[in-house]
């Protein structure tokens, strides 16, 4: 007789209870302390009006794409209640966060417990779904995050069932395409996901040779080491101005140096083994990689007329490359077992005749189902809102290139531009990073600095991991595949670097995603692996279970004050608005008034009668931004009717608007928030 799943039947019951409490609780709980970001009213607004047949559209004036689209299409159909009552599809969509962080979980459960004991698959689980930060980060703000890590981690559970299987058996287009329209959902889940989808593609399509585990890294360690060479030879905020040519040069390194690696025999497991091949092949790869990248830049600067291209960065870069290179193959050497002989004696050629059109093949039917569907999507969206991407990432961009830190401005210190931080927006790998920046702060006895207490800190902890990983080298190396740690890594990494290379503005903490579903599988890794001796002990397995089940009881009591502390019953008299910037507007301004607002989403959703419309451009159209940066939006808005605008007048005067709306204002002396309500001339004085 099969076993009942007793762990998640009891997880099922233990969450369902708690979030149909929060369901029912006062509606007013959810817009004042719970969905309480701007961000996620973006979604719900326009969810609604598309519902409504006003199409994909803020305001019912302009078209916009700016948003995941993914989360668009969940949020559709719940707002689409909204017409009945507004707290309704917001008391259902906590239902459905809640639903997706128990699937989340469930699934981590699984494939963290077949790959080690049960025990520490449940602890894993239980972490995600009761923890407050995770909740926070991750669920309590009602954005596309929840999807994300549900797709996420069931892409890696796909991923750990191929495999599973593809040393057995032959790996067909079926599996490919099926592999291929999950990596499609993670992208459209978040589109800054592609790099995961990119780096799984080669970890699928080059599974028998050493290119599955070094490629990926290869191009992590060849961008990081241009990053960090222009970084620190301009430094802050001097890099943005070099910041094209540091774009430049990483594609000219990435198209140089992966074919010239792979020709000197990189990515042949026989010749890294060589103890006396491998050095020479490494120094010649670097100093001929290095040269060729220089001399391409030298003439590329030139013809595309770049200001300044510093030259000692091919220095940088080339001692950057050689060492991260150099550094990812010892580590592979080092993890070398004894099933491990069957080593590729042909050569890069041979190599290279014999797979080539079985790559090629793979490659277009995995990248054509995932990267396939993006292209359609883009191509969509040009026709549909003038642009390929959404708006609002274009809208980031843009304030970031302005000076004056633009609504906080791209990254400014070298540990956030390459998101080692421990605070802040750019702390890419809480909670691991946050624990760590603060032990490092309290030792006093290290007459350092912080920060480099706190990399030094980094640095051991990734050599205790890989000595870790050395107590049973053959259960790591599966393990490390199975949960496709090193796409999931190099990925996470990419999108990091994606955001701050070029300069991007306002970034949030609820970006990494990815990152912490890593931090979630490594740690797991590394206590199975601590664990591994003692897996066949049945006492030991008891006191693990035992363990899980205190830390479970104690987590879910955590969650579940956390639930009826955030969401009250009869806090509320029924008539109390859902939001007080609602009211205010409704009562300082005329039923049909046009009113103008920096952000703007809980107010659009929940006032009656008026219109507000999205004048940063975040989830405003494509025309409206190219207006905004020729600083014609202020005739714009008077074109469309606006009324009253309610925004800081410091921030309105200063960049990135520039005061373009000033000659269409008139002061009201009226205030809520520490914000201005000014009338707006439809016809300028």
Known sequence: MKRLPWFEIILIIVVTCSSLYAAFSDGQNFSRRWYTRDDAYYYFKVAQNISEGHGSTFDGINRTNGYHPLWMLICIPIFALARFDLALPLRILFLVMSGLSLATAILLYRLIGKAFMPAIGAVAALYWVFSPDILNRVYKQGLETGVAAFFIVLFVSKLYEFEQSWRDKSVTRKDLIVLGVIAALVIFSRLDLIFLAAMAGLWVIFRRSALRYLLALDIVSITFSVLLAFVLKAGFPEYYKLANVAVTMIGVSLLVKIPLAY???????????????????????????????????????????????????????????????????????????????????????????????????????????SFGALGIYMLWSKFAFGTFSPVSGQVKRWWGALSGRVYGGPAKNIQAFFGVSYDGDSNAWHPVSTFFGQWAEQLYGWKILDMWRYLIILALFALVFYIVLLINKRKAKTVVAQFSIVPLMCGAWLQIFYYHMLGYSAYKEWYWIGQLIVIVLVASLMTGMLTHLIRKSQPARAAAGALAVIFGVYMGALFWSTIRDTMPYDKWASNDPYMDIATFLEEHTEPGSVIGMTGGGNAAYFIKDRTIVNMDGLINSYAYFELLKKKEAGGYLAEIGMDYILASTDLLNGLPYRGQYEAYTEWMDRRYGGKDLVRYHPIQP
Do not use: C
Not at 329 to 340: A, E, F, P, V
Not at 351 to 363: A, V
């Open 263 to 369: 020709l000197f025999g990189l990515y042949q497991r026989g010749k890294i083994a060589h103890v006396t091949g491998f050095p020479g092949s490494l120094i010649l790869f670097g100093l001929s990689g290095s040269a060729l990248t220089g001399i391409i830049m030298m003439v590329v600067s030139r013809v595309l007329s770049f200001d300044a291209f510093p030259r000692i960065v091919i220095l940088f870069d080339a001692a950057a490359t050689f060492v991260l290179l150099g550094l990812a193959r010892i580590i592979l050497i080092g993890l070398k077992t004894s099933d491990t002989a069957a080593l590729e004696e042909q050569s890069p050629f041979e190599q290279l005749r014999r797979n080539g059109s079985q790559w090629i093949s793979e490659g277009i039917t995995y990248y054509g189902a």
